[in-house]
């Protein structure tokens, strides 16, 4: 990712886009903060944000005509913030004006030919940049039509101002003729001109005569013209000092001897992009005063300002735990990426936080400019992997699962008995395949009786796990090891019965016809007669996050469960806005903190029973204590027991489960008997409160069983000699497992395991 790169995906998010208050304002005044200040009865504060930003403040502040407040979105709900009012409250509730914090003098000179809000503006900020600055008024006092605004401004707040104004080294010069003698005296004499156009315009100009981004006159360098106003417009302050404020901003550029122009798209009243959802919001008429003729109380004012909405975007945050979990928003997070890529290379904090995003997409659908975190996070794992950069923490334990689902232990594409090609291919995918309680062999058969043509079968992985991994080599290999089975099986349809095959293949193989397993029950076979288990009352359907754009699919789980009688009531995220179970993007595996809050806020959507589509989502929702069915259980008769109460079965039971169905459809189904699998060296007991830290840690039975066969067959153990117990180690390419354990009676027996996964020179490691 270059600036450039990070430019355009920064640009995508919307967070920080200025709120429609703030954008019609034409000085930018910072509504939102200035609401809350007040809401919180601080009013000195919401007063700084004023002097912050206006110039006059304690004039200005008082007869602001506040455009912003047109474009309040409490408006078309209710009322609009009566920022005007609130205005006048803070000052005076904070009493007469103060001197700002003015630059160094830069011993440079501007002139101002006028004496109205835009001349006066110009004066002001060129004053506190440290400009000497002559007012060539031609009234008997600076102020313009603020002299006639005597109703909303009290006795000598202007003349306090100026006052001010002549200590920011700011001279007034009232009664002067401003014509071209003058005009050329001052281009002659300053460093730059400001001419204002509302009371004399001896330059003949209309506002189409000056630069519309600068107010420079074309010929003349150094000059610059505003105060323009319509014929029959009202006059508004606000936009005046708008006005003045641009006019400021290119004479102190020019005086400097830098760009005019750069980077000053968003001066002045402006549009914005930010969308803050207005859905629940109570409704909140404005505060009226009770004394209209004093204005709004300090009370008052905090009741009024109470009714911002505190405009925001944050969609995706309010629904993403992994998003709301590092305190930012995707423009930040975007920043933090490219830091940790291009200079930083590789904080753990950071790695930790590119790896713990679940891929899931919910926020794209969510974002009103569809920022995509999948796109930005994958690309960043990526340019890990091809950099060294990625920690082996993070996804190696996944990837050494998804080989074993690739290894000849699992793997198997076939066509039907006595076929050597076939129409569909049944599809269920790893997990799936390694859930102990599926129901595979009963489905393939199901579908081989019910479509023509012949229906195959396929084990192994898809490559979604090294996708999700940045491991893009690994996943092509996958895919093209796929390919090739498929072609030579006659390019057969597949039936999918999970949702990330479904997308993986969409992503990588897009001419692989795929179909949902779903749709298929639905609309071609029928569903089965025997039926499974049929729950009670209500259930709510756990999309797979990984399906959110399977509309059909989607569908036909509804009907499906509309076909046997079970109403469903619907989740918050559901559909195209279904919220990960946190194994998706391999959260679980790189912070499974984050995973476990993932999951729980999925359960606190509803109290009912989930119905699962995915294998792991369904393992991943028991795991944490979720009554949740596959809608496998409901379709096909199953085993004792309710199968919404059956436990996680971990990984250990997964590879045992994967292994047993391919063995258990090749001698079934092909009616090939398989020989005898060979028992471990030594047989394990493992606790199940040990088996649940070894599930934590990535540790399988295999793992163990290899590490305690290694140390009785040759001896490097550690012994207690007090309790009897061993600790061994086993040392393979990248991991190192160790067991703590006794042999009672030819077992042995196990009280602790764990591994590290590293790198570690100098270490002799074995393979096996």
Same mark, same amino acid.
């Given at each position: 990712?270059?600036?450039?790169?990070?430019?355009?995906?920064?640009?995508?998010?919307?967070?920080?886009?200025?709120?429609?208050?703030?954008?019609?304002?034409?000085?930018?005044?910072?509504?939102?903060?200035?609401?809350?200040?007040?809401?919180?009865?601080?009013?000195?504060?919401?007063?700084?944000?004023?002097?912050?930003?206006?110039?006059?403040?304690?004039?200005?502040?008082?007869?602001?005509?506040?455009?912003?407040?047109?474009?309040?979105?409490?408006?078309?709900?209710?009322?609009?913030?009566?920022?005007?009012?609130?205005?006048?409250?803070?000052?005076?509730?904070?009493?007469?004006?103060?001197?700002?914090?003015?630059?160094?003098?830069?011993?440079?000179?501007?002139?101002?030919?006028?004496?109205?809000?835009?001349?006066?503006?110009?004066?002001?900020?060129?004053?506190?940049?440290?400009?000497?600055?002559?007012?060539?008024?031609?009234?008997?006092?600076?102020?313009?039509?603020?002299?006639?605004?005597?109703?909303?401004?009290?006795?000598?707040?202007?003349?306090?101002?100026?006052?001010?104004?002549?200590?920011?080294?700011?001279?007034?010069?009232?009664?002067?003729?401003?014509?071209?003698?003058?005009?050329?005296?001052?281009?002659?004499?300053?460093?730059?001109?400001?001419?204002?156009?509302?009371?004399?315009?001896?330059?003949?100009?209309?506002?189409?005569?000056?630069?519309?981004?600068?107010?420079?006159?074309?010929?003349?360098?150094?000059?610059?013209?505003?105060?323009?106003?319509?014929?029959?417009?009202?006059?508004?302050?606000?936009?005046?000092?708008?006005?003045?404020?641009?006019?400021?901003?290119?004479?102190?550029?020019?005086?400097?001897?830098?760009?005019?122009?750069?980077?000053?798209?968003?001066?002045?009243?402006?549009?914005?992009?930010?969308?803050?959802?207005?859905?629940?919001?109570?409704?909140?008429?404005?505060?009226?005063?009770?004394?209209?003729?004093?204005?709004?109380?300090?009370?008052?004012?905090?009741?009024?300002?109470?009714?911002?909405?505190?405009?925001?975007?944050?969609?995706?945050?309010?629904?993403?735990?992994?998003?709301?979990?590092?305190?930012?928003?995707?423009?930040?997070?975007?920043?933090?990426?490219?830091?940790?890529?291009?200079?930083?290379?590789?904080?753990?904090?950071?790695?930790?936080?590119?790896?713990?995003?679940?891929?899931?997409?919910?926020?794209?659908?969510?974002?009103?400019?569809?920022?995509?975190?999948?796109?930005?996070?994958?690309?960043?794992?990526?340019?890990?992997?091809?950099?060294?950069?990625?920690?082996?923490?993070?996804?190696?334990?996944?990837?050494?699962?998804?080989?074993?689902?690739?290894?000849?232990?699992?793997?198997?594409?076939?066509?039907?008995?006595?076929?050597?090609?076939?129409?569909?291919?049944?599809?269920?995918?790893?997990?799936?395949?390694?859930?102990?309680?599926?129901?595979?062999?009963?489905?393939?058969?199901?579908?081989?009786?019910?479509?023509?043509?012949?229906?195959?079968?396929?084990?192994? @992985? +898809? *490559?979604?796990?090294?996708?999700? &991994?940045?491991?893009?080599?690994?996943? /092509? =290999? !996958?895919?093209? %090891?796929? #390919?090739?089975?498929?072609?030579?099986?006659?390019?057969?349809?597949?039936?999918?019965?999970?949702?990330?095959?479904?997308?993986?293949?969409?992503?990588?193989?897009?001419?692989?016809?795929?179909?949902?397993?779903?749709?298929?029950?639905?609309?071609?076979?029928?569903?089965?007669?025997?039926?499974?288990?049929?729950?009670?009352?209500?259930?709510?359907?756990?999309?797979?996050?990984?399906?959110?754009?399977?509309?059909?699919?989607?569908?036909?789980?509804?009907?499906?469960?509309?076909?046997?009688?079970?109403?469903?009531?619907?989740?918050?995220?559901?559909?195209?806005?279904?919220? @990960? +179970? *946190?194994?998706?993007?391999?959260? &679980?595996?790189?912070?499974?903190?984050? /995973? =476990? !809050?993932?999951? %729980?806020? #999925?359960?606190?959507?509803?109290?009912?029973?989930?119905?699962?589509?995915?294998?792991?989502?369904?393992?991943?929702?028991?795991?944490?204590?979720?009554?949740?069915?596959?809608?496998?259980?409901?379709?096909?008769?199953?085993?004792?027991?309710?199968?919404?109460?059956?436990?996680?079965?971990?990984?250990?039971?997964?590879?045992?489960?994967?292994?047993?169905?391919?063995?258990?459809?090749?001698?079934?189904?092909?009616?090939?008997?398989?020989?005898?699998?060979?028992?471990?060296?030594?047989?394990?007991?493992?606790?199940?409160?040990?088996?649940?830290?070894?599930?934590?840690?990535?540790?399988?039975?295999?793992?163990?069983?290899?590490?305690?066969?290694?140390?009785?067959?040759?001896?490097?153990?550690?012994?207690?000699?007090?309790?009897?117990?061993?600790?061994?180690?086993?040392?393979?390419?990248?991991?190192?497992?160790?067991?703590?354990?006794?042999?009672?009676?030819?077992?042995?027996?196990?009280?602790?395991?764990?591994?590290?996964?590293?790198?570690?020179?100098?270490?002799?490691?074995?393979?096996?």
């Amino acid at each position: 990712m270059d600036q450039q790169g990070l430019h355009d995906i920064e640009y995508r998010c919307i967070q920080e886009e200025q709120p429609a208050c703030q954008a019609a304002c034409p000085l930018h005044v910072d509504v939102r903060k200035f609401m809350a200040l007040v809401r919180a009865g601080d009013m000195a504060g919401a007063r700084k944000i004023l002097d912050r930003t206006l110039p006059l403040p304690t004039v200005v502040g008082r007869v602001c005509d506040h455009p912003c407040q047109t474009q309040c979105i409490r408006g078309p709900i209710d009322d609009p913030l009566r920022m005007g009012a609130l205005e006048r409250t803070v000052i005076n509730a904070t009493g007469p004006a103060a001197k700002p914090l003015s630059m160094p003098g830069k011993g440079k000179r501007a002139a101002v030919m006028g004496g109205d809000v835009s001349a006066l503006t110009v004066a002001w900020d060129l004053g506190k940049k440290g400009y000497r600055v002559d007012v060539f008024v031609p009234g008997e006092a600076a102020g313009g039509h603020l002299l006639t605004l005597a109703g909303l401004l009290p006795p000598g707040a202007l003349a306090a101002e100026l006052e001010i104004m002549g200590r920011m080294n700011v001279a007034f010069y009232p009664g002067q003729s401003l014509d071209m003698a003058a005009f050329e005296r001052c281009c002659t004499e300053y460093g730059a001109v400001y001419v204002e156009m509302l009371d004399t315009n001896f330059l003949s100009l209309g506002r189409e005569d000056v630069d519309a981004l600068t107010l420079g006159l074309p010929g003349r360098e150094g000059v610059f013209c505003g105060g323009f106003v319509a014929p029959g417009q009202p006059l508004s302050v606000i936009s005046l000092a708008g006005e003045g404020r641009k006019a400021a901003v290119s004479m102190d550029r020019f005086m400097a001897g830098v760009s005019i122009t750069a980077s000053r798209e968003r001066e002045g009243a402006c549009p914005t992009r930010l969308f803050t959802n207005t859905e629940g919001v109570i409704l909140l008429p404005a505060v009226a005063p009770a004394d209209p003729a004093a204005g709004l109380t300090p009370d008052e004012a905090k009741a009024e300002a109470a009714r911002c909405l505190d405009c925001q975007c944050l969609e995706c945050v309010k629904s993403c735990t992994y998003l709301a979990k590092y305190k930012g928003y995707p423009k930040v997070y975007a920043r933090q990426i490219y830091n940790n890529l291009s200079i930083v290379q590789g904080a753990r904090s950071y790695n930790q936080m590119i790896n713990s995003c679940t891929l899931c997409g919910q926020c794209e659908e969510l974002c009103p400019s569809g920022f995509s975190m999948p796109e930005l996070i994958t690309a960043a794992r990526r340019d890990m992997v091809s950099r060294g950069k990625m920690p082996l923490w993070a996804h190696e334990f996944v990837l050494e699962d998804m080989a074993f689902s690739q290894s000849d232990a699992f793997r198997l594409l076939r066509p039907a008995p006595g076929k050597a090609s076939c129409s569909h291919l049944f599809f269920p995918g790893c997990q799936l395949g390694g859930d102990p309680a599926a129901s595979v062999p009963a489905v393939y058969a199901h579908l081989r009786a019910g479509l023509s043509g012949g229906v195959g079968l396929g084990l192994a @992985c +898809c *490559g979604a796990p090294a996708w999700w &991994a940045g491991r893009q080599d690994l996943a /092509a =290999a !996958a895919m093209a %090891a796929f #390919r090739s089975d498929w072609e030579a099986l006659g390019q057969p349809r597949v039936i999918a019965a999970c949702a990330s095959c479904q997308a993986t293949f969409a992503r990588m193989a897009p001419e692989i016809p795929v179909v949902s397993l779903w749709r298929v029950l639905l609309d071609e076979t029928g569903l089965p007669e025997a039926g499974g288990t049929r729950p009670a009352g209500p259930v709510a359907v756990h999309d797979a996050c990984t399906g959110r754009h399977d509309a059909a699919g989607l569908a036909a789980v509804r009907e499906i469960l509309g076909k046997i009688g079970l109403p469903v009531e619907e989740l918050p995220a559901s559909g195209r806005l279904a919220s @990960c +179970c *946190g194994f998706g993007g391999l959260q &679980a595996n790189a912070n499974p903190e984050l /995973a =476990a !809050a993932t999951i %729980a806020r #999925r359960i606190a959507e509803s109290p009912r029973d989930f119905v699962a589509t995915c294998s792991m989502c369904r393992d991943r929702l028991a795991g944490a204590g979720k009554r949740t069915y596959h809608l496998l259980d409901l379709l096909f008769p199953g085993g004792p027991g309710d199968p919404a109460d059956r436990p996680d079965p971990g990984f250990s039971y997964r590879h045992e489960a994967r292994a047993r169905l391919k063995r258990l459809l090749l001698e079934t189904v092909w009616h090939e008997p398989q020989s005898p699998q060979t028992p471990p060296a030594v047989p394990l007991v493992i606790p199940d409160e040990v088996r649940r830290v070894m599930e934590a840690r990535h540790v399988l039975d295999t793992d163990v069983a290899r590490t305690i066969a290694q140390a009785e067959a040759t001896g490097r153990k550690f012994t207690d000699k007090t309790t009897g117990r061993h600790l061994a180690g086993f040392a393979t390419a990248r991991v190192t497992y160790w067991a703590l354990y006794e042999l009672i009676d030819g077992a042995a027996h196990v009280h602790a395991a764990y591994s590290h996964r590293m790198n570690v020179s100098g270490v002799d490691r074995q393979e096996g």
